[in-house]
């Protein structure tokens, strides 16, 4: 089954420290994104990338960075100075075509403590 | 991008249709209107998309009236499985990625 895979599911750390959060997709997308979701809140855009080696700031970038060294896997880095870094992080895919739906992965619950 | 406004909560029954309206009064020529369900602690799933009219899918209905400012999502003979977050989206890709914005959703409980 083609998908998108996050790993782990949940995701400890004690502040101070830096975390890097999987995703992977088999879809073939070029596209990959990663979210950002507080409890009751909507989706936030960290970053997005539309084709390896490229990516582009979000709406909520500052703490955190990434790569696309390859075009399945698009990893997160909560870098220490991510202020808030405790969250549910979401990973997502489209392809490049006008109005391509977004695929997302299950997610990664992040605490800091 | 276009800013939406949808109820925050809904509550229905099983067995009930139900309509979930989005308000987008500044959509812009070359949007489309996206619905997304998301349920706890796993990502936001696709459900329908449109431009204008009516579109139906195995899932749900789209409604969008001819001035495009509003939408309305329907489900018909919604079931316990159906209680989720229902996210309304309004914008379009730009050159082939996508940095349309979440809302807050509409939360649905059905009993």
């Known amino acids: 089954d083609g998908g998108i895979t996050q790993s782990p599911k949940y995701l400890f750390r004690k502040e101070g420290q830096n975390v890097t959060l999987s995703c992977e997709q088999n879809l073939n997308h070029d596209a990959m994104y990663w979210y950002r979701q507080d409890p009751g809140q909507g989706l936030r855009l960290i970053y997005y990338?539309?084709?390896?080696?490229?990516?582009q700031k979000g709406d909520i970038a500052e703490g955190y960075s990434v790569s696309r060294e390859k075009k399945e896997s698009f990893p997160l880095t909560v870098t220490s100075a991510q202020k808030n870094p405790t969250a549910f992080y979401l990973c997502?895919?489209?392809?490049?075509?006008?109005?391509?739906?977004?695929?997302f992965g299950n997610g990664t619950r992040l605490t800091v403590t | 991008l276009a800013k939406t406004t949808q109820p925050i909560s809904m509550d229905s029954y099983e067995g009930q249709e139900v309509n979930i309206t989005c308000s987008h009064n500044n959509i812009a020529t070359n949007d489309y209107i996206t619905w997304y369900q998301q349920f706890p602690s796993q990502g936001p799933r696709f459900i329908i998309q449109?431009?204008?009219t009516k579109v139906t899918n195995e899932v749900a209905s789209l409604f969008i009236p001819a001035d495009r400012k509003s939408s309305t999502l329907s489900l018909p003979r919604v079931s316990l499985s159906d209680t989720a977050v229902y996210y309304c989206l309004v914008g379009a890709l730009n050159s082939g990625y996508s940095t349309l914005t979440f809302g807050k959703g509409t939360m649905l409980l059905v009993s």
């Open positions: 449109g431009y204008k």
């Open positions: 990338s539309q084709i390896v080696n490229d990516f």
């Open positions: 997502a895919s489209s392809i490049p075509t006008l109005n391509s739906p977004l695929h």
